[in-house]
């Protein structure tokens, strides 16, 4: 039976495995996808030896995903622009490819279960870390009108910017942002993980029509609350995300499968 697994620390919460064996059923193959607990330090050591014993494919989560990324062979165009890498494919004699569904797992989301328009669509990214760096490539590719990065460091979301160097792109700290009619405002940052409030007037972030945070969880994030508060009319976390992103790595690992990610959505939200 292939066996495939997750890289983290934490981990053991992670819903990874069961949203891969509800895609293996789906589509009716076998799999063990299991949890791998790693620090820093054995991270490429575990690695290596999950693949010579016979590993089929890996994700890679939180904090491994750069480290990950400067230890494979090759890397895909998105892997690196993200910087970042979080599923790893085998390629034989050693050899791993890299690559980084998180960026198309934000765009299916919004774009086929919550219906949100992205080409001329203003979008606003909270956060200049590696979670606003992994989507900006993917929505830019979409033909945004505009994308605001708005960070509580500037320098950061100025690099950014830099890097990535497009005409729609720009940078300004919380305290400057207008958020544009009927924007898409996306929470990068890892405020929610605190439970820490961003500093966003309510009636600035009124004018945003959808406001999505990265994050999921049982309960609305402090993020979702204040959209909430503010009138927002889609208001949502990214559980959806999650499940398109390994749906992404799924479909790298067993070329052709179709998958219904909706319906794994569903399934896990009433387990969350
Ligand atoms: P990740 O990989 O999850 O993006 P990260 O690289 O540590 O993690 O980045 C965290 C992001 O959340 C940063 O943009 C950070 O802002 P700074 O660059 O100013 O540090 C942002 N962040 C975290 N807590 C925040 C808070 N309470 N208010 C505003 N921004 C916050």
């Given at each position: 039976m292939a066996i495939f697994t997750v890289f983290?620390?934490?981990?053991?919460?992670?819903?990874?495995?069961?949203?891969?064996?509800?895609?293996?059923?789906?589509?009716?193959?076998e799999l063990n996808y299991t949890r791998s607990l790693t620090s820093v330090l054995r991270f490429r050591r575990a690695v290596?030896?999950?693949?010579r014993s016979g590993g089929a494919g890996a994700n890679v989560t939180v904090p491994f995903k750069q480290q990950a990324f400067d230890l494979v062979t090759y890397v895909t165009t998105r892997a690196q622009q993200a910087g970042a890498v979080n599923t790893l494919v085998p390629l034989g004699y050693g050899q791993l490819l890299g690559d980084n569904t998180?960026?198309?797992?934000?765009v299916r989301d919004l774009q086929k279960n919550l219906q949100q328009?992205?080409?001329n669509r203003d979008v606003v990214i909270l956060g200049a870390g590696g979670a606003a760096r992994g989507v900006i490539a993917p929505l830019l590719e979409q033909g945004v009108a505009s994308l605001t990065i708005a960070n509580r460091t500037i320098e950061k979301a100025n690099l950014l910017v830099e890097k990535f160097g497009q005409p729609t792109l720009q940078a300004c700290r919380f305290e400057?942002?207008?958020i544009p009619t009927d924007a898409l405002?996306?929470?990068?940052?890892?405020?929610?993980?605190?439970?820490?409030?961003?500093?966003?007037?309510?009636?600035?972030?009124?004018?945003?029509?959808c406001a999505y945070d990265m994050m999921y969880g049982a309960q609305p994030t402090a993020f979702m609350q204040q959209a909430r508060q503010a009138g927002v009319a889609v208001v949502q976390d990214g559980l959806g995300m999650l499940v398109e992103?390994?749906?992404?790595?799924?479909?790298?690992?067993?070329?052709?499968?179709e998958l219904d990610t909706q319906k794994v959505i569903q399934k896990l939200?009433?387990?969350i």
């Amino acid at each position: 039976m292939a066996i495939f697994t997750v890289f983290g620390n934490p981990v053991a919460h992670s819903l990874s495995p069961q949203i891969h064996q509800a895609f293996a059923q789906q589509v009716g193959v076998e799999l063990n996808y299991t949890r791998s607990l790693t620090s820093v330090l054995r991270f490429r050591r575990a690695v290596a030896e999950f693949f010579r014993s016979g590993g089929a494919g890996a994700n890679v989560t939180v904090p491994f995903k750069q480290q990950a990324f400067d230890l494979v062979t090759y890397v895909t165009t998105r892997a690196q622009q993200a910087g970042a890498v979080n599923t790893l494919v085998p390629l034989g004699y050693g050899q791993l490819l890299g690559d980084n569904t998180d960026g198309i797992g934000l765009v299916r989301d919004l774009q086929k279960n919550l219906q949100q328009k992205l080409t001329n669509r203003d979008v606003v990214i909270l956060g200049a870390g590696g979670a606003a760096r992994g989507v900006i490539a993917p929505l830019l590719e979409q033909g945004v009108a505009s994308l605001t990065i708005a960070n509580r460091t500037i320098e950061k979301a100025n690099l950014l910017v830099e890097k990535f160097g497009q005409p729609t792109l720009q940078a300004c700290r919380f305290e400057q942002l207008t958020i544009p009619t009927d924007a898409l405002v996306i929470n990068a940052t890892s405020a929610s993980l605190t439970g820490q409030k961003l500093p966003l007037e309510s009636d600035e972030l009124a004018h945003a029509a959808c406001a999505y945070d990265m994050m999921y969880g049982a309960q609305p994030t402090a993020f979702m609350q204040q959209a909430r508060q503010a009138g927002v009319a889609v208001v949502q976390d990214g559980l959806g995300m999650l499940v398109e992103q390994a749906g992404a790595a799924f479909q790298l690992w067993h070329e052709g499968a179709e998958l219904d990610t909706q319906k794994v959505i569903q399934k896990l939200r009433k387990t969350i």
